[in-house]
């Protein structure tokens, strides 16, 4: 079991920045991909971005590809999203996730642990 929580989300204007943390505990969390999603009201899940085991290669949606960059850091178990220009159309909770799958995937299914999420809300 890993247990998972997301901090740092919140409200913020349009062109602003958000930084975006998931603590793990429980099995080692360096053996696990971590990947971020998000849903608006009324949208389906949306994979944001992933990250493998060793922090050694990402894989980011293109639609926040140069605007969102994901990072870990084994040593605190904890895995990051910083998340910069942001638009009103980011606003959504965003959840990460823990795989135990070797290769990157960008749909949730392939996720075996989650976090409740956190809000992050982008005014105009």
């Known amino acids: 079991q890993v247990q998972l929580v997301e901090s740092g989300g919140g409200l913020v204007q349009a062109g602003g920045s958000l930084r975006l943390s998931c603590a793990a505990s429980g099995r080692t969390f360096s053996a696990y991909t971590m990947g971020w999603f998000r849903q608006a009201p009324g949208k389906e899940r949306e994979f944001v971005a992933a990250i493998n085991w060793s922090g050694g290669s990402t894989y980011h949606a293109n639609s926040m590809k140069g605007r969102f960059t994901t990072s870990r850091d084994n040593a605190k178990n904890t895995v990051f999203l910083q998340m910069n220009s942001l638009k009103p159309e980011d606003t959504a909770v965003y959840y990460c996730?823990?795989?135990?799958?070797?290769?990157?995937?960008?749909?949730?299914?392939?996720?075996?642990?989650w976090g409740p999420g956190t809000q992050v809300t982008v005014s105009s």
């Open positions: 996730a823990a795989s135990g799958s070797i290769p990157i995937y960008d749909t949730s299914g392939r996720y075996d642990y």
